[in-house]
């Protein structure tokens, strides 16, 4: 039994016993009405602003019965798909088979709050956060390399060759996008901006452009083969909440206005070609390596996949909220790092 009204939640209850089952959040208005498909997996919501949402309403399953003892901060899958990383605030990197959700090695790290994890080869695992540290895993000896003090971490990209690690980092009021190799302690490649407001940034797949986002609209690309930064390019004039590159390097997704927007723009012309309602709060906007998806991980614990041209395929409801996600290797599967410290596996519609 489902219900719903001016409070923009939609309620699940057992029809026998009166119990509430879950809470799914995602409407962006009063819910007019609701309608379940005939095989009773999806749930369809319509709701005063216009909009129609569909809920997977089947049961999540976690990846592990275990998980950390406090939120899981962030994931990441190995390009083989064969191993997965979790990074949570009780200060361990754990690592799970996915096939049977069984953990096969932790590793100690001496930072909570750690937010952004990749594989950048299959031996090698980089994580950074809120400790100012670049953080290098050997995952053959199984221990930390050495770390790097590089500011605040807010995203780490792997370059395709496994040799680099592309980092946005944050200290005082410079904003620092910076290539660092995977081990020892060269010189790195960087660009850096000063008192900008950056709210969000990312790379391109293959590390050669950077791209931030601040709090009046605006996008900047920086060249790091030439140690250069472009001329802002005005996507609006509320904070970029989260911005991305399409696997090719030729369009952007940016999400506006508290996410609540999603603007999807070509790189070459600046022309943005088509705009969607998103999620009015977000946590983390995470592109496939596919090219043909996105996902918005939504303060609520919402789910919510797009395809390109902006339309919103499935809008999915996880038992806790998600700080981090991202997709399998094959992108088939969504993997999700939750606040309870579980990790849950979703299959990319």
Not at 59 to 80: C, F, M, Q, T, Y
Not at 240 to 264: E, M, R
Request: a neutral charge.
């Amino acid at each position: 039994l489902a219900a719903a009204g001016a409070d923009k939640l939609i309620r699940i209850y057992n029809a026998s016993t009166g119990a509430e089952l879950r809470t799914l959040r995602g409407c962006g208005d009063w819910v007019t009405s609701l309608a379940y498909t005939p095989d009773g997996d999806r749930l369809i919501a319509v709701s005063a602003e216009g909009a129609a949402r569909i809920f997977d309403v089947t049961r999540i399953e976690p990846l592990s019965r275990g998980g950390h003892a406090a939120s899981a901060r962030a994931v990441a899958v190995r390009k083989d798909g064969t191993l997965i990383a979790t990074v949570g605030d009780d200060m361990t990197i754990r690592f799970w088979n996915p096939a049977n959700g069984i953990e096969v090695m932790k590793l100690p790290v001496k930072s909570a709050k750690l937010y952004s994890a990749s594989f950048v080869n299959p031996s090698r695992l980089a994580v950074g956060g809120i400790d100012g540290r670049l953080h290098r895993f050997d995952l053959d000896a199984k221990h930390e390399t050495n770390a790097l003090s590089v500011g605040q971490i807010y995203g780490i990209t792997p370059s395709p060759d496994g040799t680099r690690i592309g980092v946005w980092s944050h200290q005082g009021d410079l904003d620092t996008y910076g290539i660092y190799p995977v081990d020892g302690n060269a010189a790195p490649v960087t660009v850096t901006e000063k008192a900008r407001k950056v709210s969000s940034a990312a790379w391109a797949p293959d590390l050669s452009t950077a791209v931030s986002g601040d709090v009046s609209g605006s996008v900047v690309l920086h060249d790091l083969q030439k140690k250069t930064s472009g001329k802002p390019w005005s996507l609006g004039t509320t904070p970029i909440a989260d911005i991305g590159f399409s696997p090719d390097g030729k369009k952007l997704v940016a999400l506006t206005d508290n996410g609540s927007t999603v603007q999807i723009a070509d790189i070459a012309t600046r022309k943005v070609l088509h705009t969607a309602k998103g999620v009015d709060g977000i946590n983390a906007l995470i592109i496939s390596p596919l090219g043909d998806r996105f996902a918005i991980l939504g303060e609520g614990g919402e789910l919510h996949f797009y395809d390109f041209s902006g339309k919103e395929l499935k809008v999915i409801q996880l038992p806790s909220p998600a700080n981090g996600g991202t997709f399998g290797a094959q992108g088939k599967t969504f993997y999700t790092a939750n606040a309870d410290g579980s990790v849950y596996v979703v299959e990319v519609p």
